[in-house]
Each structure stands twice: as structure tokens, then as C-alpha cells.
């Protein structure tokens, strides 16, 4: 059973602190990872994937891959009260084309 | 440029029902993959269709089943419905290879009662 694993949280930071989501996968086949955004009711929205080994940046965000250690970080720089919403990892492993999800880390951004 | 559209937003069902559940994908991708996410959990996988046929198939009993017309949109049908199918309904649509992500619905939301 291929599994992704995450904190429940919730994780709760400050305006302005750097929030660290973290995801740990079972797969070592496995190739593209997600992290997604989801709102309370309403649909996850993809905010990065990476597919190498090392740091990627996009704005506030940074993803973070080490396949050796089957791990997958999500960093939110500067948080904002609208940053606070559940975020789900994902994984699209190795022949697989089905991305399969973690249950996701609920962050709560405080004013 | 429309993204993932699915119908209806919103569905009661009484229990031992069946329903039927609609997608259509964003333009230019041709691949559709079904998710059940209950409440505070991550989105599990049903199946994926791709070609009109289904590609890959999650951990659900025979009473999901799914449909992909020749221009992509899709539908889920569940028969004999439980008050555990009660949950949000998500479509997604990709590329087949799935590399750049899935682009998300705003899903249908099931209540079996």
C-alpha cells in the first residue's frame, strides 16, 4: 500500500513567521510531487510541484524534495491570515498516473 | 480558458439510491480522475479515465463506476448508495502522464441520507 504521511496540525504561526509543512512518502518509485492548498469546502488548488532533488521557489513558497530520505517540505515565507487553510501532499508515483494524497496539515496563521 | 467544471454542486440522495455525477475537463487535457474526500481527510483515489477507458482503479467496490465520452468529459455513477458514500465528490483533469499536476473541480458535495 503506497502511503503519504503528514501532521494533522494544526500547526498554528504568526503573521509574518515562516510556516514548515513537512510529507513523508512510502513509494522510492515514486517521480512529481504536489503540494495543494485546500480552503475550508471548497477544492484543492495546486500551488507548486517539484520533481528533483533539492529546492525549488515560487514567491513565498519554497518546496523542498530529498528522495533519498523520501521526504517532501513545503515553507510559506512571510504567513498571512489567508495562507490559513489545509495543505495536502501528493504524490504521483513511479508507473502509477494517479496521485495519491496525504491527509493533509491544517495551518492556522495568526494576526 | 475553462477550468474543470462538474455538476451538480450540490446532491441528497436516500440511502439504496443511485447517482450520477458529471465532469468536464479543462480544455486541453484529456485525462479524468475520480476522488471521494470525506470530511478531514485527503482526497482517495476511485479510478481515472483516459481514451474512454479506465486506466487505473483505487480501493472501491464495484458500486463506483465510471464513463468517458470522446470529448473527455466524464461521469461517475454510484449504485446502491450508503450513508458512508456520503462525502465531497472531486473530477480532476490532467495530461495522461499526470506530470504537471491535476487541476481540480470544485466537486460535488454527496449527502446519503
Known amino acids: 500500500q503506497k502511503e503519504v504521511e503528514q501532521n494533522s496540525g494544526p500547526l498554528s504561526v504568526p503573521e509574518g513567521a515562516i510556516a514548515s509543512l513537512n510529507c513523508t512518502y512510502s513509494?522510492?518509485?515514486?517521480?512529481?510531487f504536489f503540494w495543494y492548498r485546500q480552503y475550508s469546502g471548497k477544492s484543492p488548488e495546486l500551488i507548486m510541484f517539484?520533481?528533483?532533488?533539492g529546492d525549488k521557489e515560487d514567491g513565498r513558497f519554497t518546496a523542498q524534495l530529498n528522495k533519498a530520505s523520501q521526504y517532501v517540505s513545503l515553507l510559506i515565507r512571510d504567513s498571512q491570515p489567508s495562507d490559513s487553510a489545509t495543505y495536502l501532499c501528493?504524490?504521483?508515483?513511479?508507473?502509477?498516473?494517479?496521485?495519491?494524497f496525504g491527509k493533509g496539515t491544517k495551518l492556522s496563521v495568526k494576526p | 480558458d475553462a477550468g474543470v467544471t462538474q455538476s451538480p454542486t450540490h446532491l441528497i440522495k436516500t440511502r439504496g439510491q443511485q447517482v450520477t455525477l458529471r465532469c468536464s475537463p479543462k480544455?486541453?487535457?484529456?485525462?479524468v480522475s475520480w476522488y471521494q474526500q470525506a470530511l478531514g481527510q485527503g482526497p482517495q483515489f476511485i479510478f481515472q479515465?483516459?481514451?474512454?477507458?479506465?486506466?487505473q482503479r483505487g480501493n472501491f467496490p464495484d458500486r463506483f463506476s465510471g464513463h468517458q465520452f470522446p470529448n473527455y468529459s466524464s461521469e461517475l455513477n454510484v449504485n446502491a448508495l450508503l450513508l458512508g458514500d456520503s462525502a465531497l465528490y472531486l473530477c480532476?483533469?490532467?495530461?495522461?502522464?499526470?506530470?504537471?499536476?491535476?487541476?481540480f473541480g470544485s466537486g460535488t458535495r454527496l449527502t446519503v441520507v
Open positions: 480532476a483533469s490532467s495530461l495522461v502522464s499526470g506530470g504537471d499536476g491535476y487541476t
Open positions: 513509494d522510492r518509485g515514486s517521480q512529481s
Open positions: 517539484i520533481y528533483s532533488n
Open positions: 501528493a504524490v504521483n508515483g513511479g508507473s502509477q498516473g494517479n496521485l495519491i
Open positions: 480544455s486541453g487535457h484529456d485525462t
Open positions: 479515465y483516459y481514451e474512454e477507458e479506465e486506466r
